[in-house]
């Protein structure tokens, strides 16, 4: 009987599994409803890849995007494995084809959007199929808790409970807290959860704070100009924010895609294919593209404005570096970013209350990050209940400035805070803060005889910028707490023990970024003459066959065969992440190069 170890090997070239992926593979082949919670570019599509193909009879994929869909699927047929897709770009005649296919068995796995199972006939269909797992893919979408709530998405969970055949059902996803995970479990009756962990250890995370819009376009044009080499994704907030950056980049001479759902469909998919096949070296985009995209050989994601959500910001920076080699993101931030997002939150379909304060306190928590002076990476870790090292490469591990205590000036922030909801009970915002504290009350908040406290002024010498950034600091680390509809600011528990003299507070000096700098990333580790080489053979096949490149060979896979040199098709399939099929299909065009290169 064939094993999960051998259909590694075999089909997808690897000779272990990585972390969670046997766990959550034994889990659904012991026939119990399972959680998988795994990284993005942690390799979640192996784990229902690989019970699929040992199992008899078939595997439908539940996917939120046509795009998505058709990404697995082209990666499967490009490793050997039957799969195909149901969805509403297809031609009846065409779809039709493709449901005798499946009734046949010519498939062992297809995919469907959640509204397919909606489809009386289609539903009626499924349940005649010998059909063995049903998987949900993204299925954080499920939670009301989680950040791209679809509540479309719940009928189909109904529905894939109610099919006669009983399949098993298995869900994934590469962002829940513990909120979400304990939703989830409930929502889909899960047996079983296997979590393997958020850290990326191969991402570099900055932030850069503080930039003007046109020092964030110079900063940007400057990033990438240093990266000739690279791919990258740009995240703008609005649609007109990608049209207006991916001209300015165009102009500067830089090969640069957008992408939008202001687009028709054909602009997009032309974008989307642009961006596969590399003849982009960047694309600009609103949060709308990604979900759908697997290309491993993303080097950076920078962030042209702060996302709404950790849950956001978290799945859309870990698509660089898939491939395991080392990537990088960075984040643009200014407090003007804050007031976009609230934008969006007031003019949002569903204003329902609850929903509508979920959304206002993962903004808050997203804010507080931007402030914190912790390990960034770590800081996302712990919000996703989980703890880890500090990364030792994101943009406050290696913050040289000094260590200074400001414990004084902390003792002022918090007396004002506490100051003024005693004169005027209630809690005040951040910007009302800053106000009273460097004397500058507005006409309009006279009324309040804020004026009149010990207090008021008492940070008179501070920019607001600066003293902005020290409150946000407070409030990131745990000083200051923030709630209701206005953000109102109010002492925490940790705050008291400062104010009593029990707690110090320590914070390296606040330096606002005025002009676009340099990027401090470390040098790639990808690239080498024989690579580059290996590159443009695959450049080649890319082209020959119609696919994108890293559906020929990764960059990992290139810098895998560019260390190991092998010289038979033999010692090719000892390279990691080079199956069967591969090897026959593509083998010998690049033995012939790592020949030639070697003379």
Known sequence: MTTAQ???????????????????????????????IMPTGGGKSLTYQIPALLQDGLTMVVSPLISLMKNQVDELVAAGVSATMINSALEFDEMQERIYDIRKGVYKLFFVAPERLEDSYFYELIQTLDLRLVVIDEVHVLSQWGHDFRPSYLSAVGLIDNLTNRPNVMALTATATEKVQSDLERILAIDKTVKTGFARANLAIKIEKGLSDADKKKYII?????HPADVGIIYAGTRKKVDELAETLNAAGISAGRYHAGMTDVAREAAQNGFLYDEFQVIVATNAFGMGINKTNVRYVLHLSMPGSIEAYYQEIGRAGRDGLPSETVLLYSARDIALQR??????????????????????????????????QRYIIQYFGEDMADCG???????????LDVTVDAQKVLSNVVRMAQLREGTYSRTQVVNVLRGKLPEKMLWTGFDALSTYGLMASWTIKKLSSFVDYLVADGYLDVAGEYNGLSVSNRG??????????????????????????????????????????RTKFAKALAIPPFMVFSDQVLMNLADA?????SDMLNVSGIGQKKA???GQAFLDVIASYRG
């Open 222 to 226: 400057n990033y990438v100009k240093a």
């Open 6 to 36: 051998e259909i590694l090997k075999t089909v997808y070239g690897y000779d272990a599994f990585r972390s969670g992926q046997e766990a959550i593979i034994g889990s659904v082949m012991a026939g119990n409803r399972t959680l998988g």
């Open 343 to 376: 934008f969006f939150i007031d003019n949002s379909d569903n204003q329902d209350s609850d929903y509508r304060h979920n959304e206002l306190k993962k903004l808050q928590e997203m804010t507080a990050f931007a402030a914190t002076q912790m390990c960034l």
């Open 496 to 537: 008291v023990a400062v104010l009593k003299g029990e707690e110090t507070v320590t914070m390296r000096e606040i330096h606002v970024v005025e002009q676009a700098e340099k990027s401090r990333a470390s040098k790639k580790t990808v690239g080498g003459d024989l690579f580059e080489l290996l590159r443009s053979e």
């Open 393 to 403: 490469v994101c943009t406050n591990c290696t913050d040289e400035r000094e260590l």
């Open 584 to 586: 026959d299909q593509f």
């Open 565 to 569: 040199q092998p010289q038979s098709l």
